[in-house]
């Protein structure tokens, strides 16, 4: 099934170097997630071919405005574009008011329901879930109350051989049975263990998004071994006294957390605007955690499963 994430923005604070904002699309087998909608985000979507009547869930890290001053724009596109589709948005309590101010003085009526879901950055929650795929709040250290997301799919069942289903004659009422851990009782009233009778499936995978945040261990155990991390990197580690000031990280600082975690891959982004060229923030990453990219927009990253079957 399909599992990626598209970088549709990378940059902190204001649109610099031909960088846009933070936003991002997850890909979930057709269906479309936003995650964070800063300035220009849906010319971003129309640059990248992002299918956009495929979007019907939107989270939102906190209300600092490089992260959803996009997002008016995008509601009032939808309704021009004659959406009917509810649409539903995941974030901090103050963004359903500040979504109505902004309908209500440009007298506007959406053509289509928002279902408001207002989070709590104080422990972690699981916001969204469906019969696929879990999202969880990550609880970030930041100025302003912030959470980052995980995404995780759920467990398969299990493979059933199809050779065994010939041996041992299983009618195929007992299949999705036997998936699920169940043992076979053949004619003769042999009991058929399900360890001969299937195998494990792809383990299931994960992606972390960590928006703005001062370096913090505090949710490491809780992404440990996601197959994608991305994780901001707003200043080179020279920089790490204005890091802390504003409540950001470091290049360095993402890698550890990224290696405390053991994720598979690490993706850095949210760079401030002061560095045009980012060569040096990538490779100070990679002197920590060696898998590391940037967040360069209009690349899609797979979502891998780290082990193979």
């Known amino acids: 099934m399909q599992f990626e994430v598209t970088i549709l923005g990378s940059n902190a604070a204001i649109p610099a170097h031909g960088r846009f904002p933070s936003a991002q699309v997850l890909n979930y087998n057709g269906e479309v997630f936003l995650i964070d909608c800063g300035e220009g985000s849906q010319f971003r ?85 469906d019969n696929t795929l879990t999202v969880e709040t990550i609880i970030l250290n930041h100025r302003l109350p912030t ?85 901001e990197a707003t200043f080179v580690h020279e920089h790490e006294a204005r890091a802390m000031e504003t409540f950001h990280t470091t290049s360095k600082q993402a890698g550890n957390i990224a290696r405390l975690a053991e994720v598979d891959k690490l993706i850095v982004g949210h760079f401030s605007a002061r560095y045009a060229n980012l060569d040096t923030l990538l490779s100070e990453t990679r002197e920590v955690f060696a898998d590391s990219y940037l967040a360069i927009e209009g690349t899609t990253f797979a979502i891998e499963s780290s082990v193979a079957v």
């Open 147 to 231: 959470t980052g997301y995980l995404f995780k799919e759920k467990k398969y069942l299990r493979k059933i051989l199809a050779d065994k289903i010939l041996q041992y004659e299983i009618p195929h009422n007992l299949i999705n049975e036997i998936k699920a851990g169940a043992d076979f009782t053949d004619n003769t009233g042999k009991i058929i263990p399900n360890q001969e009778l299937t195998v494990d499936s792809v383990p299931p995978r994960s992606y972390a998004y960590c928006s703005d945040t001062c370096y913090t261990e505090n949710f490491v155990e809780q992404i440990r071994g996601v197959n994608l991390l991305y994780h």
């Open 45 to 129: 979507m129309n640059d990248f071919s992002i299918k956009r009547a495929r979007l019907n869930n939107i989270f939102i890290s906190h209300l600092h405005g490089d992260h959803y001053y996009g997002l008016i724009g995008l509601l009032n596109s939808f309704h021009l574009n004659w959406r009917e589709n509810p649409l539903h948005i995941y974030g901090p309590s103050g963004l359903e008011e500040i979504v109505n101010v902004h309908l209500k003085h440009s007298r506007t009526e959406l053509r289509y329901k928002i279902h408001f879901h207002p989070i709590v950055a104080d422990v972690p929650t699981i916001v969204y879930d």
